[in-house]
């Protein structure tokens, strides 16, 4: 429980300074978004390793009220500004709880976590920064070609990485696995609106890998 204390001190730590550079305009407003989503999700990535799951489980129910809180007093606005609706720091939550309430391998939550971390956030920067020309839209929300494939080479890396370095002995030759789950994964994050996919992203590639233990 301590590790959990720590990770939640560490990640408003980060939230803070983004909010504090992203105001004053060192960082763009897409980075400054996304590195605490990143940091948040490394850290949650760890957690199998120094507690159980119930205890994760209730920490991601405080991390949702939190959450509410920061909302309703209007802080760190500048982060959350994206032009679009979202919900996504609610999804992100939720799509922990779910993932842990599947009870799934330390390892299969670890790669599935770091999905909703890394895979999302290298979609949303490269999207930003490169996908002008090829944007397509999805329920009124505009996605782009770029995007998607820094979503999908994200996701080979995590998936593979993840299969040779924390996976048991023997499931890293799985190869099949390594293209079914970044290519279903990157199809999920295209479709998915309003931060969806922070739900739908994680509890897919966890319930995969899970059938391998």
């Not at 980060?14 to 996304?34: D, F, M, Q, S, W």
């Not at 670890?110 to 890394?118: D, E, F, K, R, V």
């Not at 009124?140 to 990485?161: N, P, Y």
Request: proline share 4%.
């Amino acid at each position: 429980m301590l590790f959990v204390l720590v990770s939640y001190i560490c990640v408003f730590g980060v939230l803070n300074l983004a909010e504090r550079l992203t105001k004053n305009k060192k960082i763009p407003a897409e980075l400054g978004r996304k590195a605490p989503h990143v940091a948040a999700a490394t850290i949650v990535a760890l957690w199998p390793i120094f507690t159980n799951y119930k205890v994760i489980i209730i920490a991601s129910i405080l991390h949702m009220a939190a959450a509410w809180y920061v909302r309703q007093i209007g802080y760190f606005n500048h982060i959350r500004s994206v032009g679009r609706l979202t919900h996504g720091e609610f999804y992100f939550a939720s799509g922990i709880i779910i993932t842990a309430l599947m009870n799934p391998p330390a390892w299969a939550f670890m790669i599935a976590i770091l999905h909703m971390g890394y895979a999302d956030a290298m979609a949303a920067l490269v999207g930003t920064a490169k996908g002008r020309r090829h944007k397509f839209s999805i329920f009124g929300q505009t996605k782009s070609v770029e995007g998607s494939l820094a979503f999908f080479v994200t996701s080979v890396i995590l998936t593979g990485v993840g299969m040779l370095v924390v996976a048991p002995a023997g499931l890293g030759s799985a190869w099949l696995v390594t293209l079914l789950v970044p290519l279903t994964s990157t199809m999920l994050e295209m479709v998915c609106i309003y931060g969806l996919d922070n739900i739908l992203v994680p509890v897919f590639v966890a319930s995969v890998l899970s059938q391998l233990a």
